[in-house]
């Protein structure tokens, strides 16, 4: 655990100033940052800043929030247009299993942190090794901020075709993060109907696939009743 006060010293990590974040924003007149306070330096750093706004009616408020600042992240849907399939994984998410979900075993389209690389380049690499998939052209899709109430991270999502060619690696993950991933292949019509009955409830999966059926001249065969 770590304080404003102790932020100075290294972390478990090395990490310097994480009570800094946010202290210089000025891009909003309506919001005056007034304090940062570092509560937990794990891995990712959760932090409690304190704010004043300045409502609609011109009256200012003094008000707390935690961020969970966990760097951003970039995910990708693999899709093969001749032959009307998509390439997920599958693998154990201990967050949506203590929430929940039946067995935590969560179906998601590759995805991953970007740990210091462009979103371009952190895509690629999640790809290979979740998938083994060797990606060409790259279509940027949207980026997306996926819990904004208190989780920091903006995603950068992407859609690229592959070819049973371009599967060069064996994919799984990195076993060394602790990482075991199944790779599915399935057709994009089954895809999305896992999504309306509760298979795949992973968001960034879902708007993922409700992209690729909004644009079946590109990423190919949808529902005979179109996109849902």
Excluded: C
Excluded at 32 to 55: A, I, N, P, Y
Excluded at 134 to 156: C, I, K, N, Q
Excluded at 160 to 180: F, H, M, Q
């Amino acid at each position: 655990m770590t304080t404003a006060t102790a932020a100075s010293s290294p972390d478990s990590r090395g990490r310097t100033g994480l009570d800094r974040t946010g202290r210089d924003l000025d891009r909003n007149a309506d919001v005056r940052v007034r304090d940062v306070e570092v509560t937990s330096d794990g891995w990712h750093v959760l932090r409690r800043t304190t704010f004043d706004v300045r409502g609609r009616d011109g009256r200012w408020s003094t008000q707390q929030r935690e961020t969970y600042d966990r760097g951003n992240g970039a995910t990708i849907l693999l899709y093969d247009a001749a032959r009307g399939t998509v390439l997920l994984t599958r693998q154990f998410r201990y967050p949506a299993y203590v929430n929940d979900h039946p067995d935590g075993m969560l179906i998601e389209a590759a995805a991953g942190l970007l740990d210091e690389d462009d979103p371009e380049t952190a895509i690629r690499r999640e790809a290979h090794e979740e998938l083994g998939v060797e990606v060409g052209d790259l279509t940027h899709v949207f980026d997306a901020y996926m819990s904004p109430g208190s989780v920091t991270e903006r995603v950068h999502f992407y859609a690229a075709p592959y070819s049973p060619g371009d599967r060069t690696g064996a994919g799984g993950g990195v076993a060394a993060e602790g990482e075991d991933i199944e790779i599915l292949e399935l057709p994009l019509d089954e895809a999305l109907a896992m999504i309306d009955d509760g298979r795949i409830a992973d968001g960034k999966t879902i708007m993922l696939l409700q992209w690729a059926a909004l644009h079946p001249d590109l990423v190919g065969a949808v529902p005979a009743d179109g996109p849902r």
